[in-house]
Protein backbone atom coordinates (compact mmCIF):
# COMPACT_ATOMS: atom_id res chain seq x y z
CA UNK A 1 0.00 0.00 0.00
CA UNK A 2 2.90 2.51 -0.58
CA UNK A 3 1.04 4.53 -3.67
CA UNK A 4 3.44 7.39 -4.24
CA UNK A 5 6.76 7.67 -1.96
CA UNK A 6 9.25 11.11 -1.74
CA UNK A 7 12.73 10.98 -0.33
CA UNK A 8 13.77 12.66 2.19
CA UNK A 9 10.92 13.80 4.19
CA UNK A 10 13.12 16.56 5.59
CA UNK A 11 16.32 18.84 3.88
CA UNK A 12 18.18 22.14 4.87
CA UNK A 13 20.81 23.22 2.15
CA UNK A 14 23.23 25.73 1.51
CA UNK A 15 22.60 28.21 -1.14
CA UNK A 16 24.24 27.17 -4.15
CA UNK A 17 24.19 23.61 -3.24
CA UNK A 18 22.47 20.78 -5.50
CA UNK A 19 20.35 18.14 -4.43
CA UNK A 20 17.65 15.42 -5.74
CA UNK A 21 13.91 14.47 -4.89
CA UNK A 22 13.37 11.08 -5.72
CA UNK A 23 9.81 9.52 -5.84
CA UNK A 24 8.49 6.20 -6.80
CA UNK A 25 5.15 4.90 -7.54
CA UNK A 26 3.89 1.73 -7.53
CA UNK A 27 0.42 1.58 -8.82
CA UNK A 28 1.83 1.51 -12.61
CA UNK A 29 0.66 4.61 -13.60
CA UNK A 30 1.88 6.65 -16.61
CA UNK A 31 2.00 10.12 -15.61
CA UNK A 32 3.77 11.83 -12.57
CA UNK A 33 4.12 15.44 -11.67
CA UNK A 34 6.34 17.64 -9.54
CA UNK A 35 4.61 20.22 -7.34
CA UNK A 36 5.36 23.39 -4.92
CA UNK A 37 3.37 24.50 -1.82
CA UNK A 38 4.41 27.72 -0.19
CA UNK A 39 2.67 29.05 2.75
CA UNK A 40 -0.99 30.84 1.90
CA UNK A 41 -0.79 29.54 -1.61
CA UNK A 42 -2.16 26.54 -3.39
CA UNK A 43 0.36 23.80 -4.96
CA UNK A 44 1.90 24.88 -8.20
CA UNK A 45 3.36 22.70 -11.11
CA UNK A 46 6.44 22.42 -11.61
CA UNK A 47 7.17 19.63 -14.04
CA UNK A 48 5.21 16.77 -15.23
CA UNK A 49 5.64 13.78 -17.31
CA UNK A 50 3.23 12.43 -19.42
CA UNK A 51 4.67 9.53 -19.80
CA UNK A 52 7.69 7.28 -19.81
CA UNK A 53 10.72 9.01 -21.58
CA UNK A 54 8.42 12.48 -22.04
CA UNK A 55 8.35 15.61 -19.75
CA UNK A 56 7.33 19.02 -19.94
CA UNK A 57 7.62 22.04 -18.14
CA UNK A 58 4.80 23.12 -15.73
CA UNK A 59 3.65 26.71 -14.51
CA UNK A 60 7.07 27.49 -12.41
CA UNK A 61 10.10 25.72 -13.88
CA UNK A 62 12.75 28.02 -13.77
CA UNK A 63 15.79 26.35 -11.05
CA UNK A 64 14.67 22.99 -11.70
CA UNK A 65 15.33 19.68 -14.02
CA UNK A 66 13.39 16.85 -13.69
CA UNK A 67 14.56 13.14 -14.96
CA UNK A 68 11.49 10.41 -15.53
CA UNK A 69 14.07 7.49 -14.92
CA UNK A 70 11.26 4.86 -16.16
CA UNK A 71 7.67 3.96 -15.12
CA UNK A 72 7.89 3.82 -11.86
CA UNK A 73 10.77 6.58 -11.15
CA UNK A 74 10.17 10.30 -11.49
CA UNK A 75 13.45 12.87 -9.86
CA UNK A 76 13.57 16.49 -9.50
CA UNK A 77 16.55 18.13 -9.18
CA UNK A 78 17.52 21.37 -7.73
CA UNK A 79 21.27 22.55 -9.58
CA UNK A 80 22.55 25.33 -7.58
CA UNK A 81 19.44 25.85 -4.89
CA UNK A 82 18.30 29.43 -3.95
CA UNK A 83 16.56 30.74 -0.40
CA UNK A 84 13.27 31.33 -2.81
CA UNK A 85 13.24 27.10 -3.46
CA UNK A 86 12.28 26.46 -0.15
CA UNK A 87 9.15 25.23 -0.38
CA UNK A 88 7.28 21.89 0.31
CA UNK A 89 7.32 19.91 -2.92
CA UNK A 90 5.12 16.91 -3.60
CA UNK A 91 5.08 14.08 -5.98
CA UNK A 92 1.90 13.11 -7.80
CA UNK A 93 0.86 10.05 -9.93
CA UNK A 94 -1.94 9.32 -12.18
CA UNK A 95 -3.00 6.45 -14.64
CA UNK A 96 -2.98 9.02 -17.30
CA UNK A 97 -2.61 12.85 -18.23
CA UNK A 98 -5.94 12.94 -19.98
CA UNK A 99 -9.07 13.03 -19.13
CA UNK A 100 -11.11 10.14 -18.06
CA UNK A 101 -14.11 9.87 -15.58
CA UNK A 102 -12.02 7.79 -12.39
CA UNK A 103 -8.67 8.97 -12.94
CA UNK A 104 -7.89 9.70 -9.56
CA UNK A 105 -4.29 11.81 -9.04
CA UNK A 106 -2.62 10.71 -5.94
CA UNK A 107 0.14 12.20 -3.81
CA UNK A 108 2.97 11.56 -2.22
CA UNK A 109 3.05 12.75 1.79
CA UNK A 110 5.66 16.00 0.44
CA UNK A 111 9.24 17.50 1.53
CA UNK A 112 10.25 19.95 3.65
CA UNK A 113 13.08 21.57 2.09
CA UNK A 114 14.69 24.52 3.53
CA UNK A 115 17.83 27.00 1.87
CA UNK A 116 19.59 28.92 4.19
CA UNK B 1 -4.70 32.66 -17.33
CA UNK B 2 -7.01 30.18 -14.97
CA UNK B 3 -6.98 31.67 -11.60
CA UNK B 4 -9.02 29.55 -8.63
CA UNK B 5 -9.82 31.07 -5.45
CA UNK B 6 -10.93 30.49 -2.03
CA UNK B 7 -12.79 31.70 0.44
CA UNK B 8 -12.18 32.46 3.21
CA UNK B 9 -8.64 31.22 4.19
CA UNK B 10 -9.54 29.41 7.37
CA UNK B 11 -12.75 28.93 9.39
CA UNK B 12 -13.82 27.48 12.65
CA UNK B 13 -16.68 25.85 13.92
CA UNK B 14 -18.56 24.12 16.91
CA UNK B 15 -18.76 19.99 16.11
CA UNK B 16 -22.23 18.66 14.58
CA UNK B 17 -22.23 22.35 12.44
CA UNK B 18 -22.56 22.28 8.53
CA UNK B 19 -19.72 23.43 6.58
CA UNK B 20 -19.83 24.95 3.43
CA UNK B 21 -16.28 25.96 1.48
CA UNK B 22 -15.93 27.86 -1.75
CA UNK B 23 -14.35 27.62 -4.76
CA UNK B 24 -14.33 30.20 -7.78
CA UNK B 25 -12.25 29.88 -10.84
CA UNK B 26 -12.07 32.78 -13.80
CA UNK B 27 -12.25 30.20 -16.93
CA UNK B 28 -15.45 28.50 -17.53
CA UNK B 29 -13.92 26.21 -19.73
CA UNK B 30 -13.01 23.65 -17.28
CA UNK B 31 -12.79 20.22 -17.82
CA UNK B 32 -13.68 19.13 -13.80
CA UNK B 33 -12.54 20.49 -10.74
CA UNK B 34 -11.66 18.32 -7.93
CA UNK B 35 -11.81 18.95 -3.84
CA UNK B 36 -8.93 17.81 -2.05
CA UNK B 37 -8.27 17.08 1.92
CA UNK B 38 -4.99 17.89 3.08
CA UNK B 39 -4.04 17.09 6.82
CA UNK B 40 -0.86 18.73 8.43
CA UNK B 41 2.53 17.40 7.54
CA UNK B 42 0.81 15.05 4.86
CA UNK B 43 0.01 15.28 0.74
CA UNK B 44 -3.39 15.57 -0.62
CA UNK B 45 -6.31 13.24 -0.58
CA UNK B 46 -8.79 13.67 -3.46
CA UNK B 47 -12.27 13.96 -1.90
CA UNK B 48 -14.58 14.29 -4.85
CA UNK B 49 -14.17 15.14 -8.47
CA UNK B 50 -17.37 16.61 -10.60
CA UNK B 51 -17.29 16.35 -14.39
CA UNK B 52 -18.26 19.43 -16.63
CA UNK B 53 -21.30 18.17 -17.61
CA UNK B 54 -21.97 17.43 -13.65
CA UNK B 55 -24.04 20.00 -11.90
CA UNK B 56 -23.34 17.85 -8.19
CA UNK B 57 -21.47 14.91 -7.01
CA UNK B 58 -21.78 12.97 -3.38
CA UNK B 59 -20.15 10.84 -1.02
CA UNK B 60 -20.81 10.23 2.28
CA UNK B 61 -21.65 13.35 4.11
CA UNK B 62 -19.40 15.25 1.28
CA UNK B 63 -21.28 17.22 -1.56
CA UNK B 64 -20.29 19.27 -4.28
CA UNK B 65 -21.70 21.11 -6.33
CA UNK B 66 -20.56 22.83 -9.77
CA UNK B 67 -21.94 25.97 -11.40
CA UNK B 68 -19.51 26.83 -14.39
CA UNK B 69 -21.75 29.48 -15.98
CA UNK B 70 -20.89 31.90 -12.66
CA UNK B 71 -17.46 30.01 -12.08
CA UNK B 72 -18.11 28.36 -8.83
CA UNK B 73 -18.12 25.26 -6.66
CA UNK B 74 -19.16 24.61 -3.45
CA UNK B 75 -18.16 21.84 -0.78
CA UNK B 76 -20.60 20.77 2.13
CA UNK B 77 -20.04 18.53 4.61
CA UNK B 78 -22.98 17.77 6.73
CA UNK B 79 -22.73 17.16 10.98
CA UNK B 80 -18.70 18.17 10.95
CA UNK B 81 -16.89 16.01 12.94
CA UNK B 82 -13.40 17.23 14.78
CA UNK B 83 -12.11 14.66 12.40
CA UNK B 84 -12.96 16.92 9.59
CA UNK B 85 -10.28 19.23 10.55
CA UNK B 86 -8.03 20.21 7.72
CA UNK B 87 -6.74 22.52 4.91
CA UNK B 88 -9.46 21.57 1.84
CA UNK B 89 -8.32 22.77 -1.74
CA UNK B 90 -10.21 22.89 -4.74
CA UNK B 91 -8.25 22.27 -7.98
CA UNK B 92 -9.00 22.64 -11.96
CA UNK B 93 -6.99 21.16 -14.94
CA UNK B 94 -4.62 24.31 -16.28
CA UNK B 95 -5.63 22.38 -19.86
CA UNK B 96 -8.40 20.26 -21.47
CA UNK B 97 -6.27 18.06 -23.07
CA UNK B 98 -4.01 17.04 -19.68
CA UNK B 99 -6.13 16.41 -16.57
CA UNK B 100 -3.48 15.94 -14.62
CA UNK B 101 -1.93 19.45 -14.43
CA UNK B 102 -3.82 20.92 -12.04
CA UNK B 103 -4.63 24.54 -10.75
CA UNK B 104 -5.25 25.21 -7.12
CA UNK B 105 -6.87 27.55 -4.90
CA UNK B 106 -4.86 28.32 -1.71
CA UNK B 107 -6.75 26.39 0.72
CA UNK B 108 -9.60 27.03 3.39
CA UNK B 109 -7.70 25.76 6.66
CA UNK B 110 -10.73 24.43 8.57
CA UNK B 111 -10.89 23.78 12.59
CA UNK B 112 -14.01 21.56 13.72
CA UNK B 113 -14.23 22.27 17.87
CA UNK B 114 -15.96 19.14 19.99
Known amino acids: NAGVTQTPKFQVLKTGQSMTLQCAQD?????MYWYRQDPGMGLRLIYY???????DKGEVPNGYNVSRLNKREFSLRLESAAPSQTSVYFC???????????????FGEGSWLTVV | KQEVTQIPAALSVPEGENLVLNCSFT??????LQWFRQDPGKGLTSLLLIQSSQREQTSGRLNASLDKSSGRSTLYIAASQPGDSATYLC?????????????FGAGTQVVVTP
Open chain 1, 92 to 106: ASSQTSGGAAGNTIY
Open chain 2, 27 to 32: DSAIYN
Open chain 1, 27 to 31: MNHNS
Open chain 1, 49 to 55: SASEGTT
Open chain 2, 91 to 103: AVPMTTDSWGKLQ
